[in-house]
């Protein structure tokens, strides 16, 4: 079956941002809509073959498996609808409570209003006029102020609160009206019904006080998973690279750009130490002035040589909140803040044993510490290029690849192998739940 020349996905990648930004759309629909956008594709993972005879590579997405895609779920979703039950039955149920209770208190209230034989409810001459008024007193004493203390505890939110404090002035309110009013509508009457109206107006308070806050964390939320899937969009074209055999600062300079690309208005460089292990050479910074990492190269480390040679020297993050008074900088932050430079963050490149293969650093115009995004983001940068690097430099590119396998899948090819690209199933804060970005593992 030919592929559509435009499918959802592409409506959703095109026009999605903006209209999710303009749209207060719930949190399940934001999470549909990246679930589609991310369906095989790289955000998701896949699996990698390649043909050691031929040299044929090969990629395979995974699916969302969400069943409102129609790129991968069609036929489940078909099946799912075939098997709920029949929901008719439901609203006529609610149809007829609805009106059973209509019904009910519009013939209740017509009784009272029309009937002569109601019993006597006020006692002018007595020291509580209106008796039955005590009634609520105690239910919302030996009722009310258990369960709202209980849903207090259980799960306590602004609204659960306000329950519990709206005790107060419906007893005030009761009493009120049971002890002080002997007629309709004479002053304790009406202070009885103003603290009514308080009574109901502290729980609505407390509702809309949890549904602004509500909002403002699912803003927020929603916020973080649209950082979290470009994270993962750019770990995918990274970990692509490495599986494709790209050149090692092919690789890297990908990296860079796409840690430039999640921090705007920053500048990041990595350097690799030499086989010595003394010496750092410049190997990435796309947005760098040439300048710039013409003078890092041959940087020798040392304690207190700036940031990068501190970090591969101590093996350890160094951040310089300022240039042009850290003492790391002092021979040379005439030279580095010439090129616009304020701060730095510094992070160690490691393989898996541990030891230094280089530096990655972020720059930043302003003096300042990095914010917790930003520290985050580099560090698993730094994981990730400690993978590629030790892949890479594992297993050499060949630059002989053709572009078909010639061995066919008739078992007669020995030499076929099988790379899992690592993602997450729905494509969803993959970053934050695992703490970094996986390595490329071998089937």
């Not at 970990?239 to 430039?260: H, I, M, P």
């Not at 160690?348 to 530096?359: A, E, Q």
């Not at 396998?405 to 078992?411: K, V």
């Amino acid at each position: 079956m030919p592929q559509p020349a435009l499918e959802l996905a592409d409506i959703f990648r095109q026009h999605g941002p903006d209209y999710r930004q303009t749209h207060g759309l719930p949190l399940y629909q934001h999470r549909l809509m990246q679930a589609i956008e991310n369906c095989r594709t790289p955000v998701l993972g896949g699996v990698v073959e390649w043909c050691d005879h031929c040299q044929y590579t090969h990629i395979h997405y995974r699916s969302c498996r969400n069943r409102h895609c129609p790129k991968c779920q069609g036929i489940a979703r078909a099946k799912w609808l075939e098997q709920r039950p029949n929901s008719r039955w439901d609203k006529n149920l609610i149809f007829g409570v609805v009106c059973l209770f209509g019904v009910g208190s519009y013939l209740l209230v017509d009784y009272c209003a029309n009937s002569r034989n109601l019993p006597t409810f006020l006692f002018p001459h007595s020291w509580v006029p209106r008796p039955y008024d005590l009634i609520p007193v105690f239910l919302y004493i030996l009722v009310g102020y258990p369960v709202f203390r209980h849903l207090n505890r259980r799960m306590p939110s602004r609204f659960a609160h306000s329950l519990l404090v709206s005790i107060v002035p419906q007893v005030v309110s009761e009493l009120h009206m049971a002890l002080g009013a002997s007629a309709l509508y004479d002053a304790n009457f009406n202070v009885a019904h103003w603290l009514k109206i308080l009574a109901y107006a502290v729980p609505l308070s407390g509702l809309l006080l949890d549904y602004a806050q509500t909002y403002s964390a699912q803003s927020e939320l929603v916020a973080e998973l649209e950082r979290s899937s470009r994270v993962v969009e750019e770990e995918r074209r990274v970990l692509e690279l490495v599986a494709t055999g790209a050149s090692l600062r092919q690789v890297l300079d990908a990296l860079t750009t796409g840690l430039e690309r999640l921090a705007p208005n920053r500048l990041c460089t990595i350097l690799l130490l030499d086989e010595a292990g003394r010496h750092l050479q410049s190997i990435s910074g796309p947005s760098m002035r040439p300048e710039y990492m013409a003078s890092l190269d041959g940087l020798e480390i040392g304690p207190e040589v700036g940031a990068c040679g501190s970090a591969a020297f101590r093996n350890q993050t160094v951040i310089v909140e300022d240039i042009a008074t850290d003492s790391r900088f002092a021979g040379v932050k005439d030279h580095v803040t010439a090129f616009g430079l304020r701060s730095c963050y510094s992070v160690p490149i490691r393989d898996s044993k541990h030891n230094v293969l280089g530096v990655l650093a972020m720059y930043h115009a302003r003096p300042g510490t990095p914010r917790p995004q930003e520290r985050r983001l580099v560090e698993a940068g730094a994981r990730l290029a400690g993978n590629a690097i030790e892949r890479l430099r594992a297993e050499p590119p060949d630059e002989n690849r053709t572009a078909d396998c010639h061995c066919g899948y008739d078992g007669k090819c020995h030499a076929r192998w099988k790379a899992t690209l690592p993602g997450s199933r729905n494509g969803l804060l993959p970053f934050q739940a695992s703490g970094g970005w996986p390595a490329l593992r071998s089937d």
